[in-house]
Structures are given as structure tokens and as C-alpha cells.
């Protein structure tokens, strides 16, 4: 049985749990996935702090097999959006049906993605089948895709609330990601994340969502 530790959890007042809970609803659904990035930088320590925010979210076995994959320079995000519309070309221009490019086409989006050079930073999120153990020996990890799945969505809300912008980017396949970013052939790339200020004159489609009724039931 390994070591344990108090758990330190604060039991909050009905009405707090209400109120904050609203409080993070108002906040969350104000959060737009966007295409026009500004080129501005993010202020230091801003991803440094949501990645390890990201790092703190559960995982199969407590394998964290997650890597997250910073990438600023610009030379190097050149050679990211190169690699990424050859991808993007090839589906829009052969390997998606019709039906996936009809859904597709309200939103407006194409083969160019452009703001793989605009926007400060990408976030490569990769997927670790096999981890290193501390005394050297490799194991595989459990429930990988739906850690890591956890993980970026911690990390897109951590993001929104320090008040930047960011696109999910899933160019398919997504093995160059791998070679470029030097990362090995155990980690499987998971989504390009795009993270930034929205440029000024940044617009997005205007979406509804589903009522609760249309994404919840009660037993």
C-alpha cells in the first residue's frame, strides 16, 4: 500500500457550490475556438502554468501519459503548417467523404491553416502507450487516450481562464508530428493545439448548443 496524505478537501457552503458553479459556467461558455490569431506573445509563465494544471488531471494507474510539446520558434512552426496542410490537402481533397466535408463546410474551414504561423505558440499533445519506469524498465500505460483526452481539456480550460484563445488542429494522419518534434515512435500525436490572443478582428460562426435536456438525462 503506498504512502497517503490528507486529502485538504475544503467542504464548501451549499450556496458557495451553487455560485461558483454558475460562476464557471458564465465563464466557460464565453470560450470560442478561433482562426484568426494576433502574432502578440503569451506573457511569460502563462503556459507554464496550464501545463501543469494539465499535468494535474487523473490518469489510468497514475501513468500520466501525457507530453505536451511546446513549439515558439518560428522556423519550426513553418515547417508544422508545411507538413500539416499536405495533410490537410490530401482530405479535403481525397479522403474525406462528402457527408464529413458537408458538416464541415458551415464552419468554413480549408486545406490553409494559416494560423499555425500566427498564432505564439502550438502545443503538440502526444499519447504515451509505453512508459519508463524509475529503475529503467518499460511498461505500458492504461486507458492512455481517455487520460490524455482529460488532460487537454484541462489544459484548453486552463487556457481560457488565463485569457487566451486556442484551436483543437487534428490534421490526419499526424505521424509528422512525431518526426519533427523529435518525439519517439511510442507516443502517438493526440491533437495540435493552437494558443494565442484572437487577432482584433477575429469573428467565429454563430453556433448554439444543446440544452441540457438535449445532453444530460436524470435517473
Known sequence: MPDSIPLGFLRRPDRDCRERAEAFLDEIRGRRTVRDFAPDPVPAGVLEACLRAAGSAPSGANLQP??????????????????AEAEEREFYGH???????????????????PFLETAPALIAIFQRNRTVDADGSESRTYYPKESVGIATGFLIAAL????LATLTHTPSPMNFLNELLGRPPSEKPFLLLVVGFP??????PDLSRKPLDGIATWH
Not at 481560457?160 to 485569457?163: D, F, L, S, V, W
Open 160 to 163: 481560457h481562464h488565463a485569457g
Open 66 to 83: 501525457w507530453h505536451f510539446a511546446v513549439v515558439r520558434d518560428p522556423a519550426l512552426k513553418r515547417r508544422l503548417r508545411e507538413a
Open 199 to 204: 487577432a482584433p478582428d477575429c469573428r467565429v
Open 95 to 113: 479522403r474525406a467523404p462528402d457527408e464529413w466535408l458537408q458538416a464541415l463546410a458551415p464552419l468554413g474551414t480549408d486545406a490553409a491553416k
